[in-house]
């Protein structure tokens, strides 16, 4: 396997904590704790666009495709709307007052993972919050869909919780030791791919009511905060606070790659978010160094 670092994006003016691919892939977009959402054009390297500044740290942003509206989700102020053509502010949505950490859309609602346990469900069409859902005193973390008629959310408790569209729990587990940071599902086994502060890599098969641990994984010094599969299926992507992004065999999570400053002038500092991108498959990466980096993996 062969590493080719294609770019580096610089720009931001703090650590960034979102990424996400535009309806035309070339383009991906960021944020952070600068509270700048910025458009880059894989096409032009290093050529970055301002589309909002959110006052606050921004940990998450979801691009709506249907519309080319971005849902920022800004910590403690809410959610907002930010339409891409015009870079106009066209909705605002109050929250309660706590950290934002991801938001999903799952057919005609908005999922928001909130601190202290919280989830808000909004319907897309009217803009209003249907449902408040408390499951926990950790935050929730992140969203993974399940298909088309569950939702796994993974907890600062180190619990994964699955929940149905009627709102309700529908099972949960001890996956990590504190905090889920991310996860991923592999539909085509029924597979659930988990990440978290106990820096292991975790592979859960699903079954019903039940989740059976079938792989763990030692994978890195440090807490994992993303973990990506590429647009073939067959490589996962981990990213972590050990500075590292690692490349793994879908096939059996063989370690097949280890992406570091010293050998590929990769980041400097955590590592906190990844896309697999559909554009030239690159893998682009963020980082509490405040840059953006784009990979190519031969």
Not at 263 to 269: M, T
């Amino acid at each position: 396997m062969e590493i080719q670092r294609i770019d580096t994006f610089s720009g931001h003016k703090a650590p960034i904590y979102s990424l996400e691919e535009g309806r035309e892939p070339h383009f991906i977009y960021s944020a952070g704790s600068d509270g700048w959402v910025v458009e880059w054009n894989l096409q032009k390297p290093d050529v970055g666009k301002v589309l909002a500044h959110i006052e606050g740290s921004v940990y998450c942003l979801k691009l709506d495709r249907s519309s080319d509206i971005f849902w920022v989700g800004q910590n403690f102020e809410g959610v907002h709307g930010v339409q891409i053509s015009d870079q106009s502010r066209v909705f605002s949505i109050a929250m309660p007052k706590k950290a934002i950490f991801d938001i999903c859309f799952w057919g005609n609602q908005v999922w928001v993972a909130h601190d202290h346990g919280l989830i808000s469900v909004i319907d897309k069409e009217s803009l209003q919050i249907i449902k408040h859902i408390k499951s926990g005193d950790k935050s929730a973390r992140k969203f993974c869909l399940l298909g088309q008629d569950k939702i796994a959310i993974g907890f600062s408790d180190g619990f994964i919780r699955v929940f149905n569209k009627n709102f309700e729990l529908e099972h949960a587990w001890l996956a990590h030791e504190l905090s889920v940071f991310s996860m991923t599902y592999e539909e085509s086994f029924n597979y659930l791919l988990s990440v978290g502060r106990d820096a292991k890599l975790k592979r859960w098969s699903l079954n019903g009511e039940k989740s059976y641990l079938v792989q763990e994984v030692a994978a890195h010094i440090y807490a994992i905060h993303d973990v990506v599969i590429s647009p073939d299926q067959q490589f996962f992507a981990t990213a972590s606070m050990d500075k590292t992004i690692k490349i793994w065999s879908a096939n059996d999570l063989a370690l097949l790659k280890v992406i570091d400053a010293p050998r590929y002038g990769s980041h400097k500092n955590s590592v906190n978010k990844l896309l697999w991108s559909t554009y030239q498959d690159y893998l682009v990466s963020a980082s509490d160094d405040k840059n953006i980096s784009i990979w190519k993996i031969h």
